[in-house]
């Protein structure tokens, strides 16, 4: 997380890696809406995944970068709603 507590995409990786082998199951990937737009040379990826009946978007220049933005959304939101007690915080 950077300073402001905004993660950073190193902590989403830490954090996505902590929940994903401790709190949470994956996310499936039926829960997975992926599509481009743009030209090919351009294109830009979008990605949405639907956890817990809300919806998260990510858009990025690779399907990678999009799913990982909808999914650090996905993680804010658990932080948010269920935040660690600070003695489980992963270091980086």
């Known amino acids: 997380?950077?300073?402001?507590?905004?993660?950073t995409p190193h902590s989403f990786h830490l954090l996505h890696d902590y929940f994903t082998s401790t709190r949470q199951?994956?996310?499936p990937e039926e829960d997975w809406?992926?599509?481009t737009?743009?030209?090919?040379?351009?294109?830009v990826w979008h990605a949405t995944v639907k956890f817990r009946g809300q919806a998260f978007a990510g858009t990025g220049s690779t399907k990678r970068i999009a799913k990982?933005?909808?999914?650090?959304?996905?993680?804010v939101e658990m932080m948010?709603?269920?935040p660690l007690p600070m003695s489980e915080q992963p270091h980086s």
Not at 1 to 7: F, K, Q, R
Not at 68 to 75: C, Q, S
């Open 1 to 7: 997380m950077s300073a402001s507590g905004t993660p």
């Open 25 to 27: 199951p994956q996310i």
């Open 33 to 35: 809406t992926c599509e």
């Open 37 to 43: 737009r743009g030209p090919c040379h351009q294109a």
């Open 68 to 75: 990982d933005e909808a999914a650090l959304k996905v993680l």
């Open 80 to 82: 948010r709603v269920h």
